[in-house]
């Protein structure tokens, strides 16, 4: 590790944390003995996506792990499919309590000289990822969640790291995974079963079952996974967006039909200065390029049983740039955003009952531009609004975040603690983020926090 602030980290134990009580619960009728997968989880990437979260801890002498494991067990009583492994079929999860693996890790650093070191370099966070195996061949016996707690030396502070397996969950059901411990953990051991405000596992699969057989044991890569590992390099850098500049983004922007929400003008900047990018490191030719963009559709049809379901129920919304044909001014750029996105949201609201070729043909449009290697791709990812600097385990909140493995090109947004401003995680090849961090707009625009 190049920072001399994080030496090695050293696993000290794994263990496998089953539900609480240690009942015959995957025989009970509201415990069913597997979880069927979805038409939406069958879009996913077969991968472990990792979360991770710092705490500094001011006093050591509690039971830091206890606490945690004990929670953790209580939690998984009514999140039973967490505690699961893959059926042979690939179209199932063996809901039979084989448990979350639980690492615990140290290193003998302090947590105030790696924080220091990781305000400037977040990539040094991925130290603290679990390590995953992703050979399809050892789906069955994979666990599908996997948390490693690493805590720092002298009790300064610890990094609580949950990966889950995206063909299973979905950022939505990830947050309120890693939020609902969170409030097992704090209020203790003997908290009652309606505090832990959990989800429904009975609707998407049933309602939304996959088309294809084994289709979820295929997708264990993107078209572009060899692209960017075989010849580029990825580096990340977090940035805040304040109100200042957000006012000021609205000005750049003009008089439009709607009132840009802030998310909607962050995204149009960063999406921008990257197409401005490709077009400057390709000699001022301007690619064609693709802005994925994750939304979750728990809010966007019209059925309340959908609004806590477990599972992925979100779909990758692609919006195309395309030369000659659009603009280059901020406001172009954020009303093609704004347009597809929609136009996609009034689809699916009012054709609820043709959801899968709706889905469907957004996918295998995002596929065809993947593939294409004169496409630059990249994604944004909101996580604004999602209570993630509220999990606080019993010893405080989260003094910083990291999300994601680097894989591609990625923009994650999420709020400050005052939830006014927007912290942005770019993660960039990184001859991109070397143009990326020189760019005048961006650094007219931009604070490092």
């Known amino acids: 590790m190049e920072s001399n602030s994080l030496t090695t980290i050293k696993i000290l134990s794994k263990n496998l944390i089953k539900s609480f009580p240690t009942s015959n619960h995957v025989n009970d009728v509201d415990h069913p003995k597997d979880h069927k997968l979805s038409f939406f989880d069958q879009f996913a990437l077969q991968m472990h996506v990792p979360c991770v979260l710092f705490y500094p801890i001011k006093y050591s002498s509690f039971p830091i792990h206890e606490q945690l494991e004990q929670s953790l067990s209580k939690l998984l009583t009514h999140v039973y499919p967490a505690s699961g492994r893959f059926a042979s079929d690939g179209q199932s999860i063996n809901c039979h309590d084989e448990g979350v693996l639980y690492i615990k890790a140290k290193v003998d650093s302090q947590f105030g000289d790696f924080l220091n070191d990781a305000q400037k370099d977040i990539d040094l966070a991925l130290n603290f990822c679990p390590k995953i195996d992703r050979s399809v061949s050892n789906l069955s016996i994979t666990p599908l969640v996997v948390v490693q707690v690493t805590e720092f030396a002298c009790g300064t502070g610890l990094a609580l790291s949950l990966s889950a397996e995206h063909a299973v969950v979905d950022g939505f059901t990830t947050l309120k995974f890693i939020y609902e411990w969170s409030k097992a953990s704090k209020m203790g051991i003997n908290i009652h079963s309606d505090k832990i405000n959990c989800f429904t596992f009975d609707d998407l699969g049933t309602i939304f079952p996959p088309t294809s057989d084994n289709h979820l044991l295929k997708r264990v890569k993107s078209p572009r996974d060899d692209h960017y590992h075989d010849v580029a390099e ?20 003009g008089v439009v039909y709607f009132r840009p929400s802030r998310v909607e003008l962050v995204i149009a900047f960063l999406w921008r200065a990257l197409i401005n990018i490709s077009q400057r490191k390709n000699n001022g030719c301007l690619r064609p390029c693709l802005l994925s963009v994750p939304v979750n559709l728990r809010s966007k049809l019209d059925f309340p049983r959908y609004e806590n379901s477990f599972g992925n129920f979100a779909i990758d919304v692609p919006v195309k740039f395309i030369p000659g044909e659009i603009g280059m001014e901020l406001k172009d750029i954020l009303l093609l955003i704004k347009d597809v996105i929609q136009k ?17 043909k957004l996918h295998e449009e995002i596929q065809e531009w993947e593939e294409n290697k004169q496409v630059d791709v990249c994604m944004a990812s909101s996580l604004c609004r999602f209570p993630i600097n509220e999990t606080d385990f019993g010893w405080g909140k989260p003094c910083l975040l990291s999300f994601g493995l680097r894989r591609s090109d990625m923009f994650w947004l999420y709020d400050t603690p005052c939830g ?22 961006v650094l007219s625009f931009i604070c490092d926090e």
């Open 420 to 441: 006014t401003e927007i912290v942005v995680q770019a993660d960039l090849k990184t001859d991109y983020m070397d143009m990326f961090g020189c760019d005048k707009d």
């Open 234 to 253: 990825m580096a990340a850098r977090r940035f805040v967006i304040n109100q200042s500049v957000i006012s000021k983004l609205r000005e750049n922007v």
């Open 344 to 360: 996609t949201n009034v689809s699916f609201a009012k054709s609820s009952d043709d959801i899968y070729s709706l889905a469907s």
